[in-house]
């Protein structure tokens, strides 16, 4: 564990390490988490003042990169002690009223995804304990879901009226999560178990319609039957993101089917290797992808978090096989990461979900997990 202790102190330089793109909110606030649990002495009040700035400007009130995402971590810092719980009555008061505006509009216009709509403002409330605001989110996506036989699911309104997304980032898996931890809360329990049953069982429907080595497509069009087959490892879309929604389903129902389901998909994941994971790449550059949201780091943490639960060797090994490509990659003194795929973009950044603050989590939570249990509740990856 000494080697990861050298690497989280080369995280820790970048992220002290003034920049002028620091007010942005999704790079500044990966300093800020990352220095929050590995280095607290450290912390940037300026940074964190800049992105406070910042996000009373903001209008997506994002999960990932707006308001939202910065009420979370305000949040985690005063329960850290970092912040005066005093910040935290105001907080409260403008959250509620600006939130509530959103959760009616969310409602109105479908959406329902985690970043950006109704997924993202319940975790939100969940973890400020206003469980009234819960509940009306739990309704209103019960509103909207669409049925078919035993099967309930939602539409990307977004994107599409006839596209099912199934991946954790955007689609049925994070309905699956939020539900897990309204029923596990008491919150509209009744209906939060009736949603859960009927949409796992949509999801596990979906298993098998991919080629090899895949199990679940990352989409479906409702009106063709025409599935998006998966053909990478990532925490966003495919088969980890699939079986992290499952765990969390079960372990809140009580209910070892469903656990079952999500460990065999992790130990299916696990005999896929490097060049069956189309982890992006760039030969120009010479890198790969590290980054949480689609790169080797997301697919360490999903292997580890899964042993964490099940102390299953197969995912431990899985789990050190993504550590040690992620680690190759921090041997740069450059960490590079994808901004533009198509036009091989790569550049340095601090962002938590596809930037080196994300790794430095996902490297922290090997070393010490007791004090690392929560980061990644916005990921819905806190299965542990």
Not at 293 to 304: D, E, K, N, Q, V
Request: proline share 3%; aromatic share 10%; charged share 20%.
């Amino acid at each position: 564990m000494i080697i990861l202790k050298e690497y989280l102190d080369k995280i820790q330089a970048k992220c002290i390490t003034p920049s002028t793109d620091d007010h942005y909110i999704q790079l500044g606030l990966g300093k800020i988490v990352f220095l929050a649990h590995y280095a607290p002495d450290l912390l940037s009040y300026d940074v964190l003042e800049q992105v406070v700035d910042t996000s009373t400007r903001d209008s997506t009130h994002s999960l990932c990169s707006g308001s939202l995402a910065v009420a979370l971590l305000i949040r985690d810092l005063c329960a850290k002690e970092l912040l005066d719980p005093s910040e935290l009555a105001e907080l409260n008061d403008s959250a509620d009223r600006i939130y509530q505006q959103e959760i009616t509009r969310h409602t109105i216009n479908r959406e329902y995804d985690l970043f950006t709509g109704l997924v993202g403002k319940g975790i939100y409330f969940l973890a400020a304990r206003n469980d009234a605001l819960v509940a009306t989110i739990v309704r209103a996506l019960d509103t909207f879901k669409l049925q078919d036989e035993a099967h309930y699911y939602w539409l990307d309104s977004v994107q599409s009226a006839t596209k099912c997304d199934l991946g954790l980032a955007h689609g049925v898996p994070s309905i699956v999560a939020f539900l897990a931890d309204c029923y596990r809360h008491g919150i509209e329990a009744e209906l939060s178990r009736k949603l859960l049953t009927h949409t796992v069982a949509f999801l596990l429907a979906q298993q098998g319609k991919p080629a090899a080595p895949y199990l679940f497509p990352t989409g479906l069009n409702t009106e063709t039957g025409a599935v998006a087959p998966s053909s990478r490892l990532a925490w966003c879309y495919g088969d980890l993101g699939v079986a992290a929604a499952l765990w969390r389903a079960g372990s809140a129902l009580q209910c070892p089917q469903w656990q079952e389901a999500a460990l065999a998909i992790m130990l299916q994941a696990s005999e896929i290797s490097l060049d069956q994971a189309n982890v992006f790449s760039s030969a120009r550059h010479g890198v790969l992808d590290t980054g949480f949201c689609h790169g080797t780091a997301g697919i360490a943490h999903l292997f580890h978090r899964f042993y964490q639960v099940t102390q299953r060797e197969e995912l431990l090994r899985s789990a050190h096989y993504w550590l040690e490509l992620t680690l190759r990659q921090l041997d740069r003194d450059e960490l590079l990461f994808p901004v533009d795929v198509r036009n091989d973009q790569w550049v340095e950044h601090s962002g938590l979900l596809e930037g080196y603050a994300g790794v430095g989590m996902v490297l922290l939570t090997f070393l010490e997990p007791a004090a690392c249990a929560d980061w990644d509740t916005s990921f819905l990856t806190n299965i542990a």
